[in-house]
């Protein structure tokens, strides 16, 4: 049983949902060392999230950010928390829609996501900046 | 310290939210043998979702679908994903809203699950087929 | 490698969102004595929620309760499953948004938070009383 733990650093990215699966396997070459186990991404952030969806048309993650700014609408009349801004209360309410933390599988020395499933980071600011993200490997 | 994983598949079911408890324990008796731990489900599909609900009142499942219709609306007009049809879209971003992925202590031989609680399997699409959920258990 | 599991009952709170880091922490001294590892929270109600959201301003937590009643609106006309009030059936669908459970990483005997992240309970009842928290502390 080994465990193992990282914090990666995402680059900063626009407003919407992005790909990033690539940069953050690159980031943990250990997986390929476990026959089974779980690995765990936490971002340590209140205005981002991570989710697993799907990884080959880009107009998905737009519609993403479509749907999003609908359902949490930029200030909101209802919103008291606006000091920093009409992105600010929404990017809270989506970090938590989607998730801080996603658990992946991982079976002969990858991770066991579906045909076409990819990992999302949800990045809710208008300039939110670099992202950490916690990865946890535990496994055999 | 044991690990177990297996692929478990769950058989086609209509769009709508589903109980199935019973059918993914079946194949998972290993569980028996855990004093403690976890066990982690993830589904390996973009278009349908695993989350933990009421187990008793079917209404409690027909209403989530209801709901889900309202906020998430097929052929909504900002989605640009509609080559597959008008529940494509809508399904994929169901699947991040509830999520893929699903972690239940265990206890004795056991889900530590409340007693109202059961898993639900969202189907987002009209026509999903079976689905795939990769099942992996740690414990001792 | 250790496991550690344990029940943690929350004290009664009003409907909304609550900080309840320090309750929760207050009660799992084990987390001190591990490396690395995970811990992972579950709630065993199906009308209640854990999330990971903003730990300063009160404001945030008002906002998000104000935010999931407009979208998931009390006695809303397509909901069947009402015998036990208006609140109950929103109560089941948020529970499913923010989720029942939570993992978190441990590094150096503490939760590896970002600095602004704090755990909330969502209690989507009116009257929901002592929540039940299953924690499961693994790591070395």
């Known amino acids: 049983m080994a465990w193992h733990q990282t914090i990666v650093q995402l680059r900063p990215r626009a407003r919407g949902f992005h790909l990033v699966t690539d940069e953050l396997l690159a980031q943990v070459p250990t997986v390929r060392s476990l026959r089974v186990g779980l690995a765990h991404l936490f971002i340590q952030h209140t205005s981002a999230s991570l989710t697993i969806n799907e990884n080959a048309d880009p107009t ?25 801004g009409d992105d600010d209360m929404p990017a809270h309410i989506k970090a938590s829609l989607f998730g801080a933390g996603i658990t992946i599988p991982i079976r002969d020395g990858t991770l066991a996501l579906g045909t076409w499933q990819g990992i999302y980071l949800g990045e809710h600011r208008d300039h939110g900046g670099s992202r950490s993200v916690a990865v946890t490997l535990m496994g055999e």
């Open 60 to 84: 998905v993650r737009s519609d993403f950010e479509r749907w999003t700014r609908e359902v949490v609408p930029d200030g909101a009349r209802y919103f008291a928390h606006d000091a920093e």
